[in-house]
């Protein structure tokens, strides 16, 4: 079946970087996606990568992507204060319409 | 050009009463997602509406729940005779084309 998991909670000081990790276990997706969703709000659109692409960055973020293994990973460089949030993957099963979110990453930031 | 809106933001119902949730996708978006946050959880796909059309419900508990997306209007998510499992956030999304999706702030159904 469907399935993304995530590790719970990731507490970094700030200024170090936060590598947060995905699996997956279904590859038919063309895109792999990655929300970011502060305190009593909605969810927002951070970064994606193509399924045919290892890498992509974005300025302080970097996704990888290990398609043989189905990992995926949001690396954020200098992480910030303002990064404390929780962060989701989403995989969206071809031709389905619908996102399949992993439980969260807590991202916590220390001063 | 405005995001996808919902509203109420916040809505508080006893036991049995019913809750009608809201959501306005962003303008020229045909495709709307409906996706359910029970507390400390991550969100979990109900209902894929296109106007007039429902193309996924798989993830919509079989009674007391329904979706519609109407030619006019908002999308509406009707919940009937609400119990207190039902206290949770309810996430409205949009797409042009099925494709990138867009996330509205949410509705806070709590259950007394």
């Known amino acids: 079946g469907e399935d993304v998991e995530q590790s719970l909670f990731l507490s970094v000081r700030e200024g170090d970087s936060s590598v947060i990790n995905c699996t997956y276990t279904d590859s038919s997706s063309t895109y792999l996606y990655w929300y970011k969703q502060e305190p009593g709000a909605g969810l927002q659109l951070l970064t994606y990568i193509f399924s045919n692409m290892d890498m992509k960055q974005d300025q302080r973020l970097t996704v990888l992507l290990n398609k043989k293994d189905k990992h995926l990973s949001l690396r954020i460089a200098d992480t910030q204060t303002g990064d404390s949030a929780i962060y989701f993957c989403?995989?969206?099963?071809?031709?389905?319409?619908?996102?399949?979110f992993g439980q969260g990453t807590t991202l916590q930031v220390k001063p | 050009n405005a995001g996808v809106m919902q509203n109420p933001r916040h809505l508080v119902r006893r036991r049995g009463q019913e809750a009608r949730l809201r959501c306005s996708p962003m303008?020229?978006?045909?495709?709307v997602y409906w996706y359910r946050q029970l507390p400390e959880e991550g969100l979990k796909f109900m209902v894929y509406l296109q106007k007039e059309n429902i193309i996924d419900e798989s993830g919509m508990p079989k009674e007391r729940f329904s979706a519609e997306f109407p030619k006019e209007g908002p999308s509406i998510l009707r919940i009937q005779q609400v119990v207190r499992g039902d206290s949770a956030a309810y996430f409205c999304a949009s797409s042009l084309a099925g494709e990138e999706q867009f996330f509205g702030p949410g509705t806070r159904l709590t259950v007394l």
């Open positions: 303008k020229g978006h045909s495709h």
């Open positions: 989403a995989d969206p099963p071809s031709n389905t319409g619908k996102l399949i």
